[in-house]
């Protein structure tokens, strides 16, 4: 198997083609629906979903910010020596087949930050995050490729909630940070992306994982929970009220501390994310 293709590839499906889950979840909304303005967003979205796909195109001009985690078996016995480079390769070859929307800042670190140097005009250029690693019970090594954009960045948020022995305490602090950032948002209906760590970097790591593991036809009764409750917001679908502000909830909630606190990390996904695709070697 050549890996800088294969991680070209499956960038390339990330950023064209839905999950089966949400496929299901958008038909289902759109059937469920009695907002007709919000039945008409809706419509659209299902036909933009079948262009992406059939013809290989961008489901959103915000293309994304590659992120990419590395699950390996707990069976495999040798991981190949050129891993990340090829994987870096295959993200630079997937983003200017794509092709990706060109995001890559130039100049030093000051330049870079107040963005003064311009752009670089070839996709390929955008770097992506730091590689995360996980296991599993398994002999493969999966690579998922995660493509992130800015709108739900900027609704984002992580911040410690003091608990007081009630999981309540924690998610209300999450409801109310979603409830504002929905709003915000525009292109509902979202997906709340959720997880509760130790640390800033754990609670983020976590709601990553969520991302790149949750289904939406496999929901917890806390997700439900949760998504029945954003629901009853009736934002809508590109806010234009309606039945469904969220498809569904990943929550993942991960080893906590003995300690008062815990951290939140919050992102409410818009409808074509989480955009993410993955292969196995």
């Known amino acids: 198997m050549n890996i800088v293709d294969e991680v070209g590839k499956t960038l390339i499906k990330a950023s064209t083609s839905y999950s089966k889950d949400r ?3 958008l038909k289902n909304a759109y059937l469920n629906e009695t907002n007709e303005n919000a039945k008409w967003a809706l419509e659209l979205m299902i036909k933009n979903m079948g262009i992406g796909e059939k013809d290989k195109v961008p489901l959103c001009d915000d293309t994304g910010i590659p992120h990419v ?3 390996v078996g707990e069976d495999v016995k040798e991981i190949p020596n ?3 480079k090829d994987i870096k390769e295959g993200i630079g070859i997937g983003l200017k087949n794509l092709p990706g929307r060109p995001m890559a800042v130039k ?3 000051i330049e870079r930050i107040e963005q003064s140097k311009g752009l670089y005009p070839n996709s390929e250029k955008l770097e992506p995050t730091p ?5 599993y019970n398994g002999d493969k090594i999966k690579i998922h490729i995660l493509l992130l954009g800015g709108g739900p960045e900027i609704r984002a948020k992580t911040s410690e909630v003091f608990h007081k022995r009630d999981h309540n305490n924690v998610l209300n602090s999450a409801f109310n940070h ?3 950032s929905l709003k915000l948002l525009g292109c509902t209906p979202a997906i709340a992306s959720i997880g509760v760590g130790r640390t800033h970097f754990e609670a983020t790591t976590l709601m990553l994982k969520g991302m790149v593991y949750g289904n939406l036809d496999k929901q917890s009764e806390l ?3 949760f998504s029945e409750r954003l629901n009853q917001l009736q934002i809508g679908a590109m806010g234009l009220g309606g039945n469904t502000t969220v498809l569904g909830s990943f929550i993942n909630v991960g080893p906590q501390r003995a300690s008062g606190v815990r ?4 992102r409410p996904c818009c409808f074509v994310e989480p955009r993410i695709a993955f292969f196995e070697l």
């Not at 951290?263 to 919050?266: G, M, S």
């Open 23 to 25: 496929v299901k979840a």
């Open 131 to 135: 590689f995360l690693m996980d296991t």
């Open 178 to 180: 979603l409830k504002n």
């Open 263 to 266: 951290i939140l990390a919050i």
């Open 107 to 109: 100049g030093d670190d």
């Open 69 to 71: 985690l590395i699950e």
């Open 223 to 225: 997700e439900k929970k």
């Open 82 to 84: 050129r891993l990340f």
